[in-house]
Structures are given as C-alpha cells and as structure tokens.
C-alpha cells in the first residue's frame, strides 16, 4: 500500500473512531475532549519538549484539529496505558496492538494507522543462530515490555521469563 492510500486510510480511520468516542461521551452529557493515552515507542509515540509527538500522535492531532475536538495526552508506562483504557479512564491508547483478549475492551478499526516490523537484535560481538524458529530463543534471554504484544505468534511462544 502506497504511503499517501495509507495516509488517507489512516485519517479516515482516526475519523471513525473518534465520532464513535465524541457521540458516546455527547449522550453522557459530557464535554468532546477526547483522553489519550500512550507510551513512549519511538518514532510512533513519545514525548518532545514536554509534549506527546511522533507520527502516530502527529496524525491523531491533525485529525483531532480538523474535527475542531480538544485531545488530552498523557504518557504513561505500557500496563497503566492498558489499564486506564480498560477502566474508561482514556478513550484512545495509541500504537495498541489487536489481539484477543484486548478485543473484549477495545474497538480495532480494519484498517492500520501505521505498520511496524519486530525484529531480534543482539550485540555485534555475539554470535546466536536464528532460523525463525522460537524453540532456538529458549536458552537466551529475550527483553521485552511487559504487557505489550508482538504479535501472536510471539505471544504464544514458550520462552522463559
């Protein structure tokens, strides 16, 4: 998909979401600013001078603009980004990855606003084969954030913690 379709498909989304979230806080009663929450992911998200930035955040803000509706951004630690859209206490969550469970509180556009690649990286000085097969990972250690997913089948992996 070429970079200005998936533009496009981005803002439209973003567009969706957020007339969803505007008309459910409307019939509370309550006023249009939409709570955003994210962790820092850079270059999707992450915070600059004070301020959320990063592209992902960069196109949520000129949808936002448009639409003429205030967002309030708060960084947060992963789990608390979860947390707070579980309990209602934020309407977005940026860079939220689609799985399962996370269905069962979330909304999941069809389309993307952006695409990211997981890659294995290791110090140059080290030698440890990978062939694309987990099984091969369960003698090392592997880093992550805790919480966040990497896509099903890493997910689903049995790797020591």
């Not at 409307?26 to 959320?52: C, H, L, M, S």
Request: aromatic residues 14%.
């Amino acid at each position: 998909m070429n970079k200005r379709l998936l533009n496009k498909a981005s803002c439209l989304i973003l567009v969706i979401l957020c007339i969803l979230l505007v008309s459910s806080s409307g019939a509370r009663g309550e006023d249009k600013k939409i709570r955003v929450v994210y962790t820092e992911w850079f270059p999707y998200t992450f915070q600059e001078n004070g301020e959320a930035s990063g592209f992902e955040i960069q196109t949520f803000k000129a949808v936002m603009k448009n639409m003429n509706i205030a967002a309030e951004f708060v960084m947060y630690p992963w789990k608390r980004c979860l947390d707070n859209l579980k309990k209602g206490k934020a309407d977005v969550l940026i860079s939220f990855l689609k799985t399962p469970e996370r269905e069962g509180y979330a909304h999941f556009p069809g389309e993307y606003i952006s695409i990211s690649k997981t890659v294995f990286f290791t110090k140059a000085d080290k030698d440890i084969p990978y062939s694309g097969s987990f099984e091969e990972l369960k003698k090392y250690s592997v880093g992550v954030i805790s919480g966040f997913s990497y896509g099903d089948a890493f997910d689903k992996a049995e790797l020591p913690e």
